[in-house]
């Protein structure tokens, strides 16, 4: 299998001290994820495109965008604009999935279709070969540091399944719990990108998290 991708939630950062957060894990990184939260969407706030286009400059690490936002058609394309590497959207939010995932691809983004807890994969099984990156909620979207909901992995195994028996070429990201004791049983189902904000910034040396974290998911 790819190997791993990490990707260090800045949710779980310092906001007054954001610049030295992303140095913290600079080196370690695969991708930066950043939530962007609208408090309608998901009951919860937090940064938006004017973060993204200042932190864009200092760092050399591809920022993993995801929009838990309604109407993403209107905004997603601006974080393309801005230098994000993959923008995800969710599903529930987007009645045009595909539609906007092409629309990301030609402002040079890689394009993500976001599943939250309570919504099921098979309808969107068939709009995966316009994706890159399918993200799956282990956890419901909207707060860091949930627990983990191991069945979501359900999910995982299911596009596994699928893309074996196609040329579908996306990774897996599972967003949500994921931490040295959750880490494993997400890679073995086939998830190939991990998102972690507690696990990488509650951790006393999140370089090290880092490393361990990738360590336990290539098995
Ligand atoms: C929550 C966000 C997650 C969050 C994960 O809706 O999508 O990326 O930062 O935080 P942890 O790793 O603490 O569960
Ligand atoms: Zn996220």
């Known amino acids: 299998r790819p190997s791993p991708i990490v990707a260090p939630s800045i949710l779980a950062a310092d906001f007054a001290h954001l610049a030295d957060e992303v140095r913290l894990v600079e080196q370690d990184a695969d991708w930066l994820h950043i939530d962007v939260m609208d408090n309608h969407f998901v009951p919860n706030l937090t940064i938006g495109l004017p973060v993204?286009?200042?932190?864009?400059?200092?760092?050399?690490?591809?920022?993993?965008?995801?929009?838990?936002?309604?109407?993403?058609?209107?905004?997603?394309?601006?974080?393309?604009?801005?230098?994000?590497?993959?923008?995800?959207?969710?599903?529930?939010?987007?009645?045009?999935?595909?539609?906007?995932?092409?629309?990301?691809r030609s402002a040079g983004a890689k394009a993500g279709l976001a599943i939250d807890r309570d919504t099921p994969i098979e309808p969107y099984l068939?709009?995966?070969?316009?994706?890159?990156t399918l993200l799956v909620m282990t956890i419901k979207a909207g707060f860091g540091g949930q627990r983990f909901v191991p069945e979501m992995l359900d999910k995982v195994r299911q596009v596994r399944a699928a893309q074996q028996s196609g040329h579908l070429e996306l990774r897996i990201e599972v967003d949500g719990g994921i931490a040295a004791?959750?880490?494993?049983?997400?890679?073995?189902?086939?998830?190939?990108?991990?998102?972690?904000?507690t696990a990488v910034y509650g951790a006393d040396d999140p370089a090290e998290a880092i490393r361990r974290l990738r360590a336990l998911a290539a098995g």
């Open 126 to 132: 068939e709009l995966l070969p316009s994706f890159d």
């Open 52 to 104: 993204v286009q200042s932190l864009r400059p200092i760092t050399q690490l591809p920022f993993d965008v995801h929009l838990m936002i309604d109407e993403p058609r209107r905004w997603a394309p601006a974080y393309a604009d801005a230098g994000a590497y993959n923008v995800t959207f969710h599903a529930e939010a987007c009645d045009n999935p595909v539609a906007l995932a092409k629309d990301l």
């Open 181 to 197: 004791d959750t880490i494993e049983q997400a890679a073995e189902a086939g998830a190939d990108a991990f998102v972690a904000g």
